[in-house]
C-alpha cells in the first residue's frame, strides 16, 4: 500500500475516533445523560476537522478522485458527488463549530439545535466516509500504478496528523486523552 493511501486509511480510523468521542459528548445533552457535555472537546474535536481533514484530507482526496476520474471509472458519479460533499463538510464543519462556540461564549442557543446540528454533522461525516471506504478507496488498490502514485505523490504531500501523530500538542491534548478513555471503555 502506497504511505498516500496508507495516511487516507489512516486518516479515516481517526476521523471515526474523533466522531464517536464528539457523538459521546453530544449524547450528554439528551434530558437523562448522566453527565455534563464537556465543551472543550466539542470545541477541539471540531477544530481538528476543520484544521486536518477540511485542509489536508479532503484536498488530497480530490486531487486523487480526479485521477481516478480521468480513467472514466464506473463510479465516476459517487466520485463526484463525494468531491461535491467535501465542500459540505466544509461548510457543515464551520456552522457547527460556529454554534457550539457561541454557546460556549455564553450566547443563546436552543440546545436541540446544538444537538440536532451535531447529529446531522455526524451522520453526514459517517456516511461519507463510508461511501469512500466502501466504494472508492478499493479503486486506488486496484487501479493505480507505482508511476502513478509517484505523480499523485508530486501534487500530495503528507502531512501530520495533530492529534494521534502529534498527541502533545497543547490545544488537542484533552481531546487525545478523552479518545483514549473512550477506546479504554470499550475495551472493558
Known sequence: MHPIQRQ??????HLLLVLNCLS???DCFDFDARQDPDM???????DYVREYPDKWHHP?????FNQLLAKKVKESKLIKKLEEEHNK??????KVNQLFRAAADDCIVPANELVDSARQYISFQLDH???ENEFIYPLMDKLFSPDEWKKIENKVKI???????????????????HILELEKEKEN
Not at 159 to 177: A, C, G, H, W
Open 129 to 131: 466516509l463510508e461511501k
Open 60 to 64: 488530497a482526496e480530490d486531487i486523487i
Open 24 to 26: 459521546k459528548e453530544i
Open 8 to 13: 487516507l486509511h489512516s486518516d479515516h480510523h
Open 40 to 46: 472543550e472537546v466539542i470545541l477541539n474535536a471540531l
Open 159 to 177: 502531512q501530520s496528523d495533530p492529534v494521534f501523530n502529534k498527541p502533545s500538542k497543547r490545544e488537542f491534548t484533552q481531546l487525545y486523552n
Open 89 to 94: 463538510i466544509i461548510q457543515e464543519t464551520q
